[in-house]
């Protein structure tokens, strides 16, 4: 079984776009098939207006997957924030060859918004107030050819970079002053190690209930394996101190690759593992092998005029489940 992850950024049929969608479409849809998923976790798929209807569609991903082994794999999406249709950016979408079950977004149910007193900007002073998750995360309860479970939690934590604060910017990419910025990122990665927390609290309690179970956790993690968010749901023995939690401990299976191979986003300072699949012990010894598909990556800081496929490499696990 191929269990696979991408984010196909803002993946969109609107007219403004940097790249129009046909030429996003022809480098997208050999890239998906490339992948020969039998799961496939989505990232930053956006929802459209559809003549008539109350709620945005994945009009867009519908056409991308015309034609292809996943058009008629059972698909489920996080919700938008009226609670119907999906959001107009970034929805998560987990498609599966197997059936789903079920399936929940998950957001704020463990970590409640954090409240923040702001320290620059127009609200310096104020009342504090509530820091949410800029997306949920997205559990798919999946039905295996023998009849096992598998929890597939698809998840897009917050990018590394500084979030809004009121009256601090100058444009999309100019900020007022270093205090604003420097408040912004503080913000970015509060926000992206307390979603990583809610996740290690989920796992934690469907451990606890069966500690056989079959959870993969894949997506864009926005951060490398060294750093608070994977070590907070890693959670391994030498951080605990504990032998005895090394069952609650997940495994990440892109430390299989070599040096040279593990890497996901091109930066100019050089390449990052940003997008992993984490599996936990009981279907960490099913993993056979691992794919980062990164051969024709762009660099994303030198893709600002848009490129036509995405700036994150798929990852794709071999797993022995079927």
């Known amino acids: 079984m191929r269990l696979g992850t991408f984010n196909i950024e803002n993946l969109d049929l609107a007219r403004n776009m940097a790249v129009p969608f046909e030429d996003r479409e022809a480098v997208l849809r050999p890239a998906l098939e490339r992948m020969a998923a039998?799961?496939?976790?989505?990232?930053?798929?956006?929802?459209?207006?559809?003549?008539?209807?109350?709620?945005?569609?994945?009009?867009?991903?519908?056409?991308?997957?015309?034609?292809?082994?996943?058009?008629?794999?059972?698909?489920?999406?996080?919700?938008?924030?009226s609670g119907h249709g999906v959001a107009s950016v970034h929805n998560l979408v987990t498609l599966s060859r197997f059936p789903i079950r079920g399936h929940r977004d998950i957001r704020h149910e463990l970590v409640k918004p954090l409240l923040h007193g702001y320290?620059?900007?127009?609200?310096?002073?104020?009342?504090?107030?509530?820091?949410?998750?800029?997306?949920?995360?997205?559990?798919?309860?999946?039905?295996?050819?023998?009849?096992?479970?598998?929890?597939?939690?698809?998840?897009?934590?917050?990018a590394a970079r500084a979030s809004a604060i009121p009256g601090e910017k100058l444009s999309g990419t100019a900020w007022r002053s270093t205090s604003g910025w420097a408040e912004g990122y503080f913000l970015s990665a509060l926000k992206r190690a307390a979603q990583a927390l809610e996740l290690r609290l989920l796992i934690d309690?469907?451990?606890?209930?069966?500690?056989?179970?079959?959870?993969?956790?894949?997506?864009?993690?926005?951060?490398?394996?060294?750093?608070?968010?994977?070590?907070?749901?890693?959670?391994?023995?030498?951080?605990?101190?504990?032998?005895?939690?090394?069952?609650?401990?997940?495994?990440?299976?892109?430390?299989?690759?070599?040096?040279?191979?593990?890497?996901?986003?091109?930066?100019?300072?050089?390449?990052?593992?940003?997008d992993h699949i984490l599996v936990s012990q009981a279907l960490l010894g099913h993993c056979r092998d691992i794919e980062v598909h990164n051969e024709h990556l762009a660099d994303a800081d030198f893709s600002k005029a848009g490129i036509a496929g995405s700036t994150h490499a798929a990852v794709v696990a071999e797993l022995a489940l079927d």
């Open 205 to 274: 309690g469907m451990l606890e209930r069966d500690p056989e179970r079959l959870i993969a956790i894949a997506g864009d993690f926005n951060a490398e394996d060294h750093e608070t968010p994977v070590r907070l749901l890693v959670a391994a023995p030498e951080e605990t101190g504990n032998a005895g939690l090394a069952a609650r401990s997940l495994g990440v299976l892109d430390r299989r690759l070599p040096a040279d191979r593990r890497w996901s986003v091109l930066h100019r300072d050089g390449p990052e593992m940003l």
């Open 119 to 158: 320290l620059s900007g127009q609200s310096k002073g104020c009342d504090h107030a509530p820091v949410g998750f800029d997306r949920p995360l997205l559990l798919a309860q999946i039905e295996l050819p023998d009849g096992r479970g598998l929890d597939v939690i698809n998840l897009h934590l917050r």
């Open 38 to 81: 039998d799961i496939l976790c989505l990232q930053e798929v956006d929802g459209q207006h559809v003549p008539g209807a109350p709620e945005r569609r994945l009009v867009a991903l519908e056409r991308l997957l015309r034609g292809t082994r996943y058009e008629t794999y059972d698909r489920v999406a996080t919700l938008g924030p």
